[in-house]
């Protein structure tokens, strides 16, 4: 029966090893272009769904907006940093006040669901 058991273990251990390597496969390459850009914004900063597009080359921040909603690491990979290009909030896959208050841990302050002072704290691409 303990053998049985220490099987049973190791096949759970290696499967989810085989999943999580799956996921970081599945991730299309733009996904990835997204994610790594925007794991470049510092904490306190915030960046726009534009501005993550055009540090890609690309008009297509719908395209960016759809990766962040499908960001598998949502504090590891700081979706919560990108905005609209108006300093409002936008989506967020935990529902804005969840993102608001990520923002406000980092000194990002939110009224009237924009950020204070948005210029200032706009963080672009080089």
């Known amino acids: 029966m303990q053998s049985s058991a220490c099987y049973q273990s ?71 940093r990108i905005v609209k290009s108006d300093g409002s909030l936008g989506g967020y896959v935990l529902g804005t006040s969840k993102k608001s208050s990520l923002l406000k841990k980092e000194g990002v302050y939110i009224k009237n669901n924009q950020v204070v002072g948005f210029r200032n704290k706009l963080y672009k691409f080089k």
């Not at 599945?26 to 915030?46: A, D």
């Open 10 to 80: 190791l096949f759970v251990y290696h499967f989810n090893k085989y999943k999580e390597r799956l996921i970081l496969i599945m991730i299309n390459n733009f996904n990835r272009r997204c994610y790594e850009k925007i794991s470049l914004i510092p904490k306190g900063m915030v960046s726009t769904y534009a501005e993550v597009a055009k540090s890609l080359n690309s008009n297509a921040y719908r395209a960016v907006g759809n990766a962040m909603a499908r960001n598998p690491h949502l504090i590891v990979i700081p979706c919560h």
